[in-house]
């Protein structure tokens, strides 16, 4: 009979959420959402009729963690009862002296590995899960300097940074090289650290990514993946969806538009395809406003920001302003104008610059000016 476990990684408890455009009583909604998305970890599990929970670290964010942050856990494990879940620590939730993991009682069901070298505990005859915890927030210690050992099945459980396919920006706590899960005698690598799922058959390797979406790279379905392990050694994977929330990138095009009104409205157009059936209130959007425009529009980041989100209900609205002034120079310079003497000035000093860097130098002098003469934003690059 095959044995069952659901695994997953990367909750991030009490994360901020602020870089995603989430703040006040919206990000509050977040962090409770990541509780709710623990909580339906544990019904599949109970409805797959799986023994086992595993956990690839960054369960939760250390710094933010607090007694009740521990409390909570404590008391959904012990709900989840007879299924046991084991917890493999990440650079985010490690084994520091000042831990929850070290200063909660946890139930019986519940097992944290606290070794920064891989640690054996039985899970049925024959079969063995092998788990280790960071312990502090930079280890850059391999995780297979122990390989394992003993006859039956063997199962590793950390968080690490596979080398091959290291995302863009990802640290490399806990560094390997997949083919090291087989020539470590492991039948299958249940990993964290990387939030985007991957299933790699060929060198036993799975990362579940994040179960709901943390940053706005990690678009799509999300969830646990189910495990199944049997006798043989075959292993077989089923990837869930259970995300609630979802995140959305969009780029707006507003380099037609006349006037205020008319950019604000093509802001709201785009967030809206991009939106399309999903729920608004569970959104966070990031839209990049981009073209070149008169100077003559005055639009704020902030103004956009409140704009969408009245506009569509989505609950977070993230806007980068990637706008550049559309300008008629020869007609600026004719101007008997505050705005005409500048520009004056700054293109006869273009007319005579000698290299590359003073021109960029006085072009930028040039785009900063229009806009705050405008009282325009200015889209800093």
């Known amino acids: 009979m095959s044995y ?15 870089q995603v455009g989430c703040r006040g009583a919206v990000a509050k909604r977040r962090r409770h959402g990541l509780r709710m998305a623990l909580r339906a970890i544990g019904n599949a599990a109970g409805e797959h009729s799986c023994n086992a929970v595993t956990i690839g670290g960054d369960l939760f964010e250390h710094e933010r963690a607090t007694l009740e942050t521990a409390q909570f856990l404590a008391q959904t494990f012990a709900s989840w009862q007879p299924i046991e879940v084991f ?8 084994v520091d002296p000042s831990s929850i993991y070290l200063h909660q009682d946890w139930p019986s069901n519940v097992h944290i590995f ?4 891989l640690t054996p505990v ?11 915890g960071h312990p502090g927030p930079r ?14 099945l063997h199962v590793a459980l950390f968080h690490g940074a596979e080398q091959s396919s290291v995302p863009e920006g990802k640290s490399m706590h806990g560094p390997f090289h997949a083919p090291q899960i087989i020539d470590s ?21 799975v990362y579940p990514g994040s179960p709901e979406p943390l940053t706005f790279d990690e678009a799509g379905e999300k969830g646990p993946v189910l495990v199944e ?13 259970s995300n609630q929330w979802n995140v959305l990138s969009v780029v707006a095009d507003v380099g037609d538009a006349l006037n205020t009104t008319a950019l604000l409205e093509r802001v709201v157009e785009d967030a809206r395809r991009s939106l399309g059936s999903r729920d608004p209130e569970s959104t966070s959007i990031r839209v990049d406003v981009v073209g070149s425009v008169d100077s003559a529009i005055t639009v704020t980041t902030a103004d956009i920001e409140q704009f969408v989100r009245d506009s569509t209900d989505i609950a977070a609205v993230l806007i980068r302003n990637r706008l550049s002034t559309a300008v008629d120079l020869a007609s600026l310079r004719t101007e008997l104008t505050a705005r005409g003497t500048f520009v004056r000035s700054i293109t006869q000093q273009l007319d005579a610059a000698s290299n590359e860097q003073d021109r960029r130098i006085l072009e930028d002098a040039l785009t900063y000016g229009l806009h705050a003469l405008a009282g325009n934003e200015i889209p800093l690059r």
């Open 185 to 205: 005698g492991f039948v299958a690598a249940l990993c964290g650290h990387y939030h985007g799922r991957t299933i790699n058959t060929e060198f036993r390797l």
């Open 139 to 152: 280890w850059f210690g391999s995780p297979f300097e122990r390989h394992a050992e003993g006859s039956g």
């Open 114 to 117: 606290l070794e920064e070298t």
């Open 87 to 94: 917890i493999a620590p990440g650079n985010h939730d490690p």
């Open 4 to 18: 069952r476990l659901l695994h997953f990684a990367d909750l991030h408890l009490e994360r901020a959420f602020s």
């Open 122 to 132: 039985a899970l049925e005859d024959g079969l063995t899960l092998w788990g280790l």
């Open 229 to 241: 392990i049997e006798p043989s050694g075959a292993v077989h994977y089923t990837p869930l969806s």
